[in-house]
């Protein structure tokens, strides 16, 4: 857009030699705005965990606000969920998400105890 306006400029307004040069940095700068574009675009594919969505739970740590046995309630991130353990959780303790199936989580102990 920048060596639109350039060119226009130059072509009514600059006299010769300069209207050649004007023109010359005004595509240098659009060129180094769309790689900067580009490269800014591109950083965050290379990440290995997606940034949002249910994906980004699985491996998170909670924490169980209802003992699960084999069914209730964790915190994680902030959120209550609904989960299900394979073995008996107690209330309190911390849990890790092992999966996510629709909206419940299957969670496992991770051994600690974790704040509510």
Do not use: C, K
Not at 13 to 34: M, R
Not at 35 to 47: H, I, L, N, Q, T
Not at 66 to 74: I, T
Request: glycine share 10%; hydrophobic share 50%; net charge neutral.
């Amino acid at each position: 857009m920048i060596t639109l306006v350039a060119l226009i400029v130059a072509i009514l307004f600059v006299p010769s030699p300069w209207s050649y040069v004007l023109v010359i940095a005004a595509a240098i700068v659009d060129l180094g705005e769309t790689g900067a574009f580009v490269w800014w675009s591109r950083r965050r594919r290379r990440r290995t965990r997606p940034a949002v969505g249910a994906e980004d739970l699985v491996g998170r740590v909670g924490v169980a606000l209802s003992a699960l046995d084999p069914a209730g309630q964790v915190r994680v991130q902030g959120e209550i969920w609904d989960a299900r353990s394979a073995t008996r959780v107690d209330r309190g303790e911390a849990v890790v998400v092992e999966a996510v199936d629709g909206l419940r989580l299957e969670v496992g102990p991770t051994g600690g105890d974790a704040d509510a």
